[in-house]
């Protein structure tokens, strides 16, 4: 969550790019060109803003958001149940996964939640057995989805 700080150090071309980049980036070689040209921008200015905001934190990062079914794969939601002093270095472990899309943590005695995506949901187990003989952590909960509901996440700045 933004700082009111954070927010008043954004100006009027900060909030057109974010608004334009969280959802339907464009797909085509030179795509801070494109959002450029939209915005009445310079390409190198978008790319100086855009570096500066996620140094920032603002911008976590620009990637692509896939439903794994459709790809061929599962995903599951997961929670550990961690001791304080060991949040640190499960997160570090889980992290190292590949699959794990993220994870975050929430006042819980499961403290630790994390997404996985697999090519099926036995590797999701094993890797869900090797974390747990890695860190020590036995109680980590598999939540698979019985029905998926997307929503789409776009903030108006």
């Given at each position: 969550?933004?700082?009111?700080?954070?927010?008043?150090?954004?100006?009027?071309?900060?909030?057109?790019?974010?608004?334009?980049?969280q959802s339907?980036?464009?797909?085509?070689?030179?795509?801070?060109?494109?959002?450029?040209?939209?915005?009445?921008?310079?390409?190198?200015?978008?790319?100086?803003?855009?570096?500066?905001?996620?140094?920032?934190?603002?911008?976590?990062?620009?990637?692509?958001?896939?439903?794994?079914?459709?790809?061929?794969?599962?995903?599951?939601?997961?929670?550990?149940?961690?001791p304080?002093?060991?949040?640190?270095?499960?997160?570090?472990?889980?992290?190292?996964?590949?699959?794990?899309?993220?994870?975050?943590?929430?006042?819980?005695?499961?403290?630790?939640?994390?997404?996985f995506?697999?090519?099926?949901?036995?590797?999701?187990?094993?890797?869900?057995?090797?974390?747990?003989?890695?860190?020590?952590?036995?109680?980590?909960?598999?939540?698979?989805?019985?029905?998926?509901?997307?929503?789409?996440?776009?903030?108006?700045?």
């Amino acid at each position: 969550m933004q700082s009111e700080s954070q927010k008043s150090a954004l100006d009027d071309a900060d909030r057109s790019i974010l608004n334009r980049i969280q959802s339907d980036f464009p797909l085509c070689p030179f795509p801070f060109r494109q959002i450029a040209a939209e915005l009445g921008l310079e390409e190198d200015m978008v790319l100086e803003r855009v570096r500066r905001l996620k140094s920032q934190g603002i911008i976590r990062r620009i990637g692509g958001n896939f439903v794994p079914e459709k790809m061929g794969y599962v995903s599951t939601l997961c929670a550990a149940r961690v001791p304080a002093g060991q949040v640190t270095r499960f997160a570090q472990t889980v992290n190292r996964f590949p699959g794990v899309t993220h994870n975050y943590l929430r006042e819980n005695h499961f403290n630790v939640w994390f997404t996985f995506i697999s090519p099926s949901m036995g590797e999701i187990r094993e890797n869900l057995h090797a974390i747990a003989a890695e860190t020590g952590v036995r109680e980590i909960l598999n939540l698979p989805a019985t029905r998926v509901f997307k929503i789409k996440a776009q903030f108006a700045l």
